[in-house]
Nanobody, 124 residues
């Protein structure tokens, strides 16, 4: 069983930055690929970014490529999402998820564990 807790969300203006964190309870955190997803009101949950078990490979949605950076610290059981140049369309609840695979998946249903989410609101 893995428990995930996100933090770092908030209300910011367009162009600002936020850093989300996701702390995991698992002692075997390094066995999991990790993903960040988001869900805006009335929309489906979508892939934002993913990182492989050892952090050597990262993946991004086209909509955030060049603005967001995913990273992980396996010694701290934590994955991060640095979000720069935020836009109003980035407004959503952001979730981290753990997948017992080498590399992350783009499909939400493939993930084994989810955090409760953290709200990110970007005003124009």
């Amino acid at each position: 069983q893995v428990q995930l807790v996100e933090s770092g969300g908030g209300l910011v203006q367009a162009g600002a930055s936020l850093r989300l964190s996701c702390a995991a309870s698992a002692r075997t955190f390094s066995s999991y690929a990790m993903g960040w997803f988001r869900q805006a009101p009335g929309k489906e949950r979508e892939f934002v970014a993913g990182i492989s078990r050892n952090g050597g490979h990262t993946y991004y949605a086209n909509s955030v490529k060049g603005r967001f950076t995913i990273s992980r610290d396996n010694a701290k059981n934590t994955v991060y999402l640095q979000m720069n140049s935020l836009k109003p369309e980035d407004t959503a609840i952001y979730y981290c998820a753990a997948d017992l695979q080498i590399s992350p998946n783009y499909i939400p249903g493939r993930y084994d564990y989810w955090g409760p989410g953290t709200q990110v609101t970007v005003s124009s």
